[in-house]
């Protein structure tokens, strides 16, 4: 396991992920790119379109049962080749692993600070 952020909402958002087995888990820290899109992006994949959107429906419940965590969107859950879930200064982009590696946020975002979970 990586490290942690001091953001209760990302460290809540990661630990799902990781119990549902989502895939290279990465932290964007977003607040010094001069991108006021969000603080956080964390970016996963998941290994079949029923993964991502198992990872996607638990972390949407866990988040809303450990705190106050509801999100203000939720995009791409019928196709989960790439699904956005907003919570306003964190989203989650969870990707089945050939549409991650097509749009490649990593490099989109390369200015952001990265941490590996």
Request: hydrophobic share 35%.
């Amino acid at each position: 396991m990586g490290k942690t952020t001091k953001d209760p909402l990302v460290s809540e958002l990661t630990k799902t992920l990781q119990s549902k087995k989502a895939q290279d888990i990465m932290v964007f820290d977003m607040r010094r790119t001069g991108q006021n899109v969000c603080d956080y992006f964390v970016v996963c994949h998941g290994l079949s379109k029923v993964q991502s959107q198992s990872i996607a429906e638990n972390t949407i419940k866990e988040l809303r049962r450990s705190g106050p965590y509801k999100p203000i969107h939720i995009e791409g859950m019928t196709n989960a080749e790439w699904i956005l879930v907003d919570y306003g200064d964190v989203v989650a982009h969870i990707f089945m692993e050939e549409s991650r590696q097509f749009y490649q946020l990593e490099e989109l975002w390369a200015d952001a600070r990265v941490t590996d979970m």
